[in-house]
């Protein structure tokens, strides 16, 4: 009898890019925290948006294991950044919360793509379903939270993808084996890469219409957006 392989039972999806288009949301919650900041404190003249991000980013540097969490990183650059601009100790810590806080409300306000939705509800009524994210997005913040059984926050695990760990996890929790899960992202080296090379089955989203780096490891589905993903898993589920 040849050997057969086992039917897909749960999907794992990245958030960002995948289930909506996050550039436009992160600019304008960057520019928009950024100015009620100084509209409130004035920072801006000395420490424009451009200094803040430079020192984001040394920061991350400088501690190699958060540099994933980027909600920590966000919030301790910035009362550094505030200290050295004058402020005391207890306002630098409160104003670099308040910042951040507001960075997060604008960074919730998106709108998923309209098809996500309806797919999602489709896909859960025949996969269990678990989303794994390098970003600070809190999935109890989204409409979209209730078609997920639960959301990693990869970043904030200090394990951030492609860190095997964050699959690993998302695949005990729904009861799956890498042969019975299909992971769905947009990035090749933090998505696609890492989920093949732990035998699960990848969609990778080629959100930049690039093509696939060549050559395409076997388990790696290049798909253009993730409305294609249910004639993907027709497409599986017939050659299984
Ligand atoms: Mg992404």
Redesign the pocket.
């Known amino acids: 009898m040849p050997a057969t392989t086992p039917s897909l039972t749960a999907l794992t999806f990245?958030?960002?890019?995948?289930l909506w288009a996050?550039r436009p949301i992160m600019e304008r919650a960057e520019t928009e925290h950024y100015a009620w900041l100084d509209g409130e404190i004035g920072h801006a003249t000395d420490f424009p948006l451009e200094e803040y991000t430079r020192r984001r980013m040394a920061l991350g540097l400088k501690h190699p294991l958060r540099r994933g969490d980027f909600t920590w990183l966000r919030r301790e650059a910035m009362r550094i950044m505030l200290r050295d601009a004058g402020h005391g100790e207890k306002e630098a810590h409160h104003w670099s919360h308040a910042a951040v806080e507001r960075f997060l409300a604008l960074r919730h306000e998106l709108q998923p793509f309209p098809e996500a939705s309806e797919l999602l509800d489709s896909l859960a009524r025949h996969y269990r379903l678990g989303a794994i994210?390098?970003?600070n997005v809190d999935l109890t913040r989204l409409a979209l939270d209730h078609h997920f059984e639960f959301s990693i926050a990869a970043g904030e695990w200090l394990a951030p993808k492609p860190d095997a760990r964050p699959f690993l996890a998302a695949m005990a929790r729904l009861g799956s084996r890498p042969s019975t899960t299909l992971h769905v992202?947009?990035?090749w080296k933090?998505?696609a890469l890492p989920a093949v090379r732990l035998g699960m089955q990848a969609a990778w989203i080629d959100v930049k219409g690039r093509g696939a780096p060549e050559p395409v490891p076997a388990g790696v589905h290049v798909i253009s957006h993730v409305r294609e993903l249910p004639e993907l898993l027709r497409h599986l589920n017939a050659s299984r």
């Open positions: 990245d958030l960002d890019d995948t996050n994210t390098n970003g992202g947009d990035s933090e998505d």
